[in-house]
C-alpha cells in the first residue's frame, strides 16, 4: 500500500512538472503575437504617426527581445499620406549584464541599420521635439528598463526637401555610435562618468564625434570634442544650387571643434575649414549672367581669405557663456580670417585645449583690435568699469547741486 502511494505520489508530481513545461512552452509560443500586436496597436495609435513591427523575437534566458523591421511614419493630418521618419532592420532590447553586477538593473539597446529622415514641410525638428514626450511614452512601453548603454551599427540620417529647385537630398551613412553608461551604474566616482563615441561617411569624407559628460547631472556637464573633414563638396551640389543659388565645381570643407560645459557654463571654439574651393569654371558656361556675377562674388570672396599656399580658407570662433545667453566672439573670427588669409594657415586638426578644466566662470576674453573700434557702448561698459564709476560721480555731483538749489 505504502509502495503504491508512492508510486502514485511520483506519477502525480511527474504529471504535474510536465504541464508547468507544457505552459512554459506554450506561453513561450504566443508570447510573441501578444507583444507584437500590443506593440503594433500602440504604433498605430500614435497621434500625427504610423508605425508597424514586422516580427517579435524573445530570448527569455538572456533576458531580451528583438524587434525585427520596424518603420514609424509621419502622418499628414488633412491627406493622411505617410512619410518616411524613422526605421531599423533590428532593435534588440535586453538587461544589461555588466551593470547587473554591479547591482543596478537597466537595459541596453542596440539598433540594426537604423534611418531617421528630415522631409521639409513634413517632418521639421521643431516637429519633433513637440512630440518628445509621446516619443518618451512610447519607448517606456517597449523598454520599461533605463537604458544604460545604447549602439547604432549602419545608421543614416538623411534631409530632402522635395520642394525646392533642384530638389535636395543630402544624408550621412554608416553611422556608429557608442553610448555606455548613460544611467552611471558604474565608475560613479568619476566627474564624467558616461561617454558617447560615434562616427559616420559624409560625402568621401568623415565625421567623428567623442564626448564625456555627467548624465546625470542637474546642470550640463561634458567635455566635448568633433571633427568633420574631406567633404567633398561637389556632391553637396544640388543643396548649393537650391539654397545659394552657385556651382561648386571644385573644394573640400572640413569643421573641427571642442566645447566644455559645468556650472551653468560653457567654452569652446568653432573651426571651419574650406581647400581648394571653385565656384567658377568650364562647367559655368550655360549659367545666365546673374548665376554668374553671383558666383563670381562668391568665388572672388573666397579668393580674398585664400591661403595662397595651401590653398584654404579658415577661421577659429572662439566663444564662451552660460546655457540662456550664449556668445560667439565675431570680432575675433574676423581677425583669424585676415590672419589665415595674409599671415599662417590654420592647421586642419583639433588643438586639443578645450576640456572640463578650462571652463572658467569668471575668465574674461582679450578683445582685438577691430572689437575696440567697433564694440558698442554696453560692451565698453562692461568692459570699463571706470565709466561707471566716473559716471555716477557725476550724478551725485548734480545731485548735490539740486539739492544746494
Known sequence: MTQHKRGWTTTKTFKTILIVIAAVIVIRLILPYIILHYANKSLANMEGYYGHIEDIDLAII?????????????????????????SASVIDLSIEWKALFHGSIVGEAIFESPMIRFTKEKVE???????????DN?????????????????????????QSNPKVDVQMTN????????????DSAAVLPASIRASANVYDGELTFNMKLNPLAEIATYDMNAEAKDINLVKLNDFFKAYAKIDVNKGKFGLYTEVAAKEGRFEGYVKPLLQDLDVLGKEDREDNVFRKMWEGLAGGLGEVFENQSKDQVATKIPFRGNVENPTANIWYAIVQVLQNAFIQAIQPSIDNEINIASVD???????????????????????????????????DKEKRKDDGK
Open 138 to 162: 512610447l519607448a517606456d512601453e517597449f523598454m520599461p528598463l533605463r537604458v544604460n548603454r545604447l549602439e547604432i551599427n549602419n545608421g543614416r540620417v538623411q534631409y530632402i526637401d522635395n
Open 62 to 86: 538572456r533576458g531580451a527581445y528583438k524587434i525585427d523591421s520596424v518603420y514609424l511614419n509621419k502622418v499628414d493630418s488633412v491627406s493622411g499620406k505617410q512619410t518616411p521618419f524613422l
Open 125 to 135: 525638428p521643431e516637429t519633433v521635439r513637440k512630440d518628445s514626450a509621446k516619443f
Open 175 to 186: 553611422l556608429q555610435v557608442l553610448a555606455l553608461n548613460l544611467k552611471n551604474s558604474y
Open 361 to 395: 566662470t569668471g575668465k574674461k576674453e582679450k578683445k582685438t583690435f577691430l572689437e575696440k573700434i567697433f564694440s558698442g557702448k554696453e560692451d565698453k561698459d562692461a568692459d570699463g568699469k571706470k565709466d561707471n564709476k566716473d559716471k555716477r560721480k557725476d550724478d
